[in-house]
């Protein structure tokens, strides 16, 4: 850090502001987590340097012997640790990997059956803004309007209106688990993969809190920086009958090189991911978004499908007569960082929102349980109703510090 400080004093200075920033507020962001010093320690390293096109053996450049063992140690984590046929650790982010699948299993003009966005699917399921739903036929599936949650036989109907080639599940707003085998059944009745985008919650099938999706999918697609609490990045785990194509269709086909600094801070995650205190860590996450979630209803606000199974809960404001952004500004006002949500069948437009989404893994990381979720909640509730907090917010994340070292020091 003292050579960024000399170098590029803005650069450092930025670097500082946003750990100040991490350390002075409640984090939020259900897609977000504090990743551990050892993964920051990868993240900043020479292996940055090295071009290795190919997988390891295979490489289309010399000297990758070391940056080999990196990836290696990271493929076998990943399979020990999901108990997957294969791994692929390249993709260099979450929609990467998505876009990997797609290349691997169809050709433009596929029919695609996934959660449709406003009711917490992501872009890259379908999106008329991003390659998925230019490239493809994309069909959306609800939420159900009783009970806002998966209705697997209006999943089946349109699987077997449409015949879609591939099936996704997974989301970035959904609350409850999914019942994969469910979802693998309709994928058999109509002769289409399964691919899960398992972004959000594959920390917690990690950390054996939730159940896994690798038994029933043809190709599992995620993130490394959620729950999961690795290096900003994605990854692909899928049978070993595809593992050619999807190698392909990462390398060469919609990437170059890899990134070997961030394969070998995936490595290191997995690694943390497989010890018994990440089971301990990803059971927590869970808890704590229940209580979350509770405390949040207390308040008046209402939890979209009455709860949550996982990592986040999303919450309809409508009963407190203000909007997802408005709420979004007031909680950032007094150092809750969170963000404006879509609701199931929202009445307002995206950029307003009717609710928030708020998410668990940051402050668990921070050692937060039960009691500082409570304490959250009851913060949200006063900031909502235009009460000044951040002096309160200050006082809880001084007892529970993100990265408790020295600023001279900074990760
Ligand atoms: N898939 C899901 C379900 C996500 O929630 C996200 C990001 O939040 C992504 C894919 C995309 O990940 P990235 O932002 O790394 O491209």
């Known amino acids: 850090f003292q050579a960024l400080r000399e170098t590029d004093p803005e650069i450092a200075d930025v670097v500082v502001d946003e750990l100040q920033r991490l350390r002075g507020g409640v984090q939020l962001i259900a897609s977000e987590n504090f990743t551990s010093p050892a993964v920051l320690a990868a993240l900043g390293s020479t292996l940055t340097n090295k071009y290795a096109e ?47 699948a797609y290349a691997a299993l169809l050709m433009p003009g596929d029919t695609v059956l996934a959660m449709e966005l406003p009711h917490g699917g992501h872009l890259t399921h379908g999106s008329k803004v991003n390659f998925s739903g230019k490239w493809f036929n994309t069909v959306g599936y609800p939420v159900s309007k009783e009970d806002e949650l998966i209705d ?42 399964l ?41 692909i785990l899928c049978k070993e009958s595809l593992a050619q194509r999807i190698d392909k269709a990462v390398f060469p086909f919609t990437q170059g090189g890899p990134l070997m600094h961030v394969v070998a801070a995936k490595a290191v995650a997995l690694k943390e991911a497989a010890q018994p205190a990440f089971a301990d860590y990803a059971r927590q996450v869970v808890a704590n978004a229940r209580e979350l979630a509770a405390g949040l209803a207390a308040e008046g606000m209402r939890p979209v499908s009455g709860g949550t199974d996982t990592h986040l809960a999303l919450i309809d404001l409508r009963g407190l007569g203000i909007t997802g952004r408005e709420a979004e500004e007031r909680c950032d006002a007094n150092g809750i960082t969170l963000n404006k949500n879509a609701i199931p069948y929202d009445p307002e437009k995206p950029m307003t929102a009717s609710g928030i989404r708020v ?44 990265y408790p070292v020295p600023l001279t020091a900074a990760p």
């Open 54 to 100: 190919g997988y390891p053996g295979r490489r289309y450049y010399g000297g990758c012997r070391e940056v080999d063992r990196a990836e290696e140690l990271g493929i076998e984590r990943a399979k020990a640790l999901f108990g997957a046929e294969h791994a692929n650790l390249q993709p260099h982010s979450g929609a990467s990997a998505n876009l990997a």
């Open 195 to 235: 691919m899960v985008d398992a972004a959000h919650f594959i920390g917690l099938v990690a950390g054996r809190a939730i159940p896994s999706p690798v038994p029933h999918a043809d190709v599992v697609c995620f993130t490394t920086h959620k729950v999961l609490r690795g290096p900003r990045g994605g990854m």
């Open 359 to 402: 998410g668990t893994p940051s402050v668990t990381t921070q050692g937060m349980r039960e009691p500082e979720m409570r304490e959250i909640a009851s913060l949200i509730g006063a900031a909502l109703r235009g009460e000044k907090v951040a002096d309160r917010v200050t006082e809880l994340v001084t007892r529970f510090p993100a």
């Open 152 to 193: 697997y036989d209006e999943v089946r109907d349109l699987a077997l209106t449409h015949r879609p080639k591939m099936i996704i599940c997974g989301a970035t707003a959904y609350p409850r688990l999914i019942d994969f085998a469910r979802f693998r059944q309709i994928a058999d009745e109509v002769g289409a993969y």
